[in-house]
C-alpha cells in the first residue's frame, strides 16, 4: 500500500518541505513559461500540471541554479550558502524568470497543505514509487521531459497508471499528452466500444496524438512508455505501451525484461517501414532529421512517424518486484541490467532510488534530459 500526496504536487512524496524555513533565504527565481500564473505577475501560486519549476538563486545579479535532490536539507544548504560553489549566470531580464517573494509563496504553500488532506490516494497495486528528472543544464538549456503518476486511475485503487514523456523540438507536446493521455485511456475503458485493455491503449495513443495536432504544438514531438498495473480476476497484470524510445523494464525473477521496443530509424524493421511508405532513412534519421521512427507529435512527418504504440501485456508472478520507467537520457548510457541492479542496491532508500539512476546517468555521461520513474510491485522486505 502506498500513500500519496496533494494532487497539485506531483513530487511531494519526495519533497514537503517546511516552506517558512525559506522565508528567510536569499530570494528564488523560477523561469517563466514553466508555471501557471493564477494570481498577479511576478508570483505562482499553482505550478503547472506535472511540471516542477527550475529554480535559481539571485546574488548580486547572478542566477544560480538548483540542481539538487529535492530533500529540504539540499534546498537549505544551497540556498544557505551551497550556490556560491556554482559559476552562476548573469540574471537575464523579465520575462526569462519571474522572481519569487518568498513571505508571500511560503503562506500558499501552507494554505494549500491545509487544504489538501496529505492522503488523498490509496494504490492496492504498487508498494512505493519514486520519481526523479534531470535538466542536465551542463548540456541542455531546457528541460523537454515530463512524467505522470496516478495511484488511482478513474478513483479506482485497483488501477495505477504512469508514463513518462521525452520531448524534443520543444515540450509543446510532451505536456500536451502527459495532460491528456491517461484521460483518453479513461474514456476509451469507459466506452465499452474496445474489447481489452490493449486496445484501448492504442486508442488512446492514437486519439491523443491525433487531438494534438489542434494545438499549437509547433513542430515538437515526444517519445512516451506508460504502465498499467490492474487487478484483473483476482490476479495482478501489468500492461505496458511505448512508442519512440522511452523504455520500461520489469524485474521479476531475478531477471531485468525489457517490456517495450525500442523505435528507432536505425532499426531494420522500421527503416523496411519508412521506406515502404516512400521515406527513407539517412545517418540513422528519419528523412535524415528524427531519430526516433514512432513518437507523438511530429506531425510535418506523421506519414513515415507514426504514433502506434508497441503494446504488452504480462501477469505478474509473486516473483515481480519492481518496474523502471524512463527516457533515453538514462537507457543510453545504462543498461538494463543496469538500472535494476541501482534499484535493488538502494531499496532501503525507497523514494530516492529512482535520483540514483538519474545521478548515474549523469555520471556516465548522458547529454540529454533525463527522467525515471520506478515503481514497486511489493515491499522491498520482500525482495529476494
Avoid at 500500500?1 to 536569499?26: G, H, K, R
Avoid at 511560503?106 to 514509487?129: G, I, R, T
Avoid at 541492479?341 to 548522458?366: T, W
Wanted: net charge negative; charged share 25%; with cysteine.
Amino acid at each position: 500500500m502506498i500513500e500519496f500526496y496533494a494532487s497539485w504536487c506531483t513530487q511531494c512524496d519526495l519533497f514537503v518541505p517546511t516552506w517558512n524555513d525559506l522565508v528567510s533565504a536569499a530570494p528564488l527565481a523560477i523561469r517563466f513559461g514553466e508555471v501557471d500564473i493564477m494570481e498577479e505577475r511576478g508570483v505562482t501560486t499553482r505550478f503547472k500540471v506535472q511540471q516542477y519549476p527550475t529554480l535559481y538563486l539571485i546574488d548580486n545579479g547572478r542566477a544560480y541554479e538548483y540542481t539538487g535532490m529535492r530533500e529540504l536539507g539540499d534546498l537549505l544548504e544551497f540556498v544557505n550558502g551551497g550556490y556560491k560553489q556554482e559559476e552562476g549566470i548573469v540574471m537575464p531580464p523579465p520575462p526569462f524568470m519571474l522572481m519569487v517573494n518568498l513571505e508571500k509563496y511560503a503562506s500558499k504553500m501552507n494554505e494549500w497543505m491545509q487544504a489538501h488532506p496529505l492522503v488523498v490516494a490509496q494504490s492496492h497495486q504498487v508498494s512505493f514509487v519514486s520519481q526523479a528528472e534531470r535538466k542536465n543544464a551542463r548540456f541542455q538549456r531546457y528541460m523537454e521531459d515530463t512524467h505522470v503518476v496516478i495511484p488511482c486511475l478513474d478513483s479506482d485503487p485497483d488501477v495505477f497508471y504512469s508514463s513518462v514523456f521525452d520531448g524534443h523540438g520543444g515540450r509543446e507536446t510532451a505536456d500536451y499528452v502527459s495532460q491528456n493521455l491517461h484521460l483518453n485511456l479513461i474514456n476509451a475503458q469507459n466506452s465499452g466500444e474496445l474489447q481489452s485493455t490493449e486496445e484501448c491503449l492504442e486508442y488512446a495513443y492514437y486519439f491523443t496524438d491525433m487531438e494534438s495536432k489542434k494545438g499549437d504544438m509547433k513542430n515538437s514531438g515526444c517519445t512516451g512508455v506508460t504502465v498499467l498495473v490492474r487487478n484483473e480476476d483476482g490476479k495482478r497484470v501489468l500492461y505496458s505501451a511505448n512508442a519512440g524510445d522511452s523504455r520500461a523494464v520489469l524485474y521479476s525473477g531475478g531477471k531485468a525484461t525489457r517490456i517495450s521496443y525500442d523505435h528507432k530509424a536505425s532499426d531494420p524493421a522500421e527503416e523496411k517501414r519508412i521506406v515502404d511508405l516512400g521515406g527513407f532513412v539517412m545517418n540513422k534519421r528519419v528523412l535524415g532529421i528524427l531519430a526516433v521512427s514512432r513518437s507523438f507529435g511530429d506531425h510535418s512527418y506523421k506519414r513515415y512517424v507514426t504514433v502506434r504504440p508497441f503494446v504488452q501485456r504480462v501477469e505478474l508472478s509473486s516473483d515481480a518486484e519492481f518496474v523502471v520507467l524512463g527516457c533515453d537520457g538514462v537507457f543510453d548510457v545504462l543498461q538494463d541490467e543496469d538500472v535494476c541492479r541501482i534499484v535493488r542496491e538502494n531499496r532501503q532508500e525507497g523514494a530516492s532510488c529512482a535520483e540514483r539512476i538519474v545521478q548515474e546517468a549523469v555520471d556516465q555521461g548522458s547529454t540529454d534530459n533525463i527522467t525515471a520513474v520506478v515503481v514497486g510491485l511489493k515491499p522491498v522486505e520482500a525482495w529476494s
